[in-house]
């Protein structure tokens, strides 16, 4: 009986990390970090809508997934003939909120503050994450948006797929969903990038993230 519980507990946690791996979007190509993308004198310049503006995250276990969100706190970017061409956004690490468990669950709280805490993210320490623009190009008839992501104290250099419409005086950038390998940027917690004794108690490296900038043209 025991035997047979553990076998099926174990095809369950199979099935789900296969699921849950099959569901995740493609890593974001991933480099070391690279000189920012300059502004021309012909370009025109747009200013963030913070408050229309947000990440969306998503991460993995064995045993299923947590979302939430990340607030952009400001930005700026130009644009040139349709074409994003430089540009820079600030990201508040501590408005991090989780949107899988009730607001007034208490397993809300703790999993925020642990996000938080020095075993992620260590906010206290590292308050903001920043994008800088580096390329932006065409690549078989999709728009790529690369940049040097800041997080922690670690910068590496992201390409990540985007559509970029203008309607008037308002520009929106929005990203595919993508995932970047934490362990790249030194956020450690349970990842087996950093120990191997874990078993099927790891937290997988892939966190997947989808953003939505909405900007205005500065007056």
């Not at 669950?105 to 906010?123: P, Q, R």
Request: hydrophobic share 35%; proline share 2%.
């Amino acid at each position: 009986m025991t035997k047979t519980f553990l076998k099926f507990a174990g095809i369950t946690i199979l099935a789900l990390a296969l699921t849950n791996c099959k569901d995740k979007a493609k890593e974001a190509e991933t480099t070391v970090a690279e000189e920012t993308a300059e502004t021309t004198a012909v370009s025109t310049k747009y200013l963030v809508d913070a408050g229309n503006s947000t990440i969306k995250w998503k991460g993995f276990k064995p045993t299923g997934t947590h979302t939430g969100t990340i607030a952009i706190e400001n930005g700026v970017f130009t644009m040139n003939d349709n074409a994003i061409e430089s540009g820079s956004f600030l990201i508040d690490m501590g408005s991090i909120t989780v949107t899988d468990i009730p607001a007034e669950d208490e397993g809300n709280a703790k999993l925020t503050g642990h996000l938080k805490s020095d075993d992620f993210f260590h906010v206290e320490q590292y308050p903001s994450s920043a994008f800088e623009v580096t390329a932006f190009e065409m690549q078989d008839g999709k728009a790529m948006l690369s940049g040097n992501l800041k997080m922690k104290d670690v910068e590496n250099n992201v390409t990540i797929p985007v559509n970029v419409s203008e309607n008037g005086d308002t520009v929106t950038i929005t990203s595919e969903a993508f995932t970047i390998d934490r362990s790249k940027w030194n956020v450690k917690f349970k990842s087996k990038s950093f120990f191997d004794d874990l078993g099927d108690k790891f937290i997988n490296d892939d966190i997947e993230l989808q953003i939505s900038v909405t900007a205005n043209k500065k007056a």
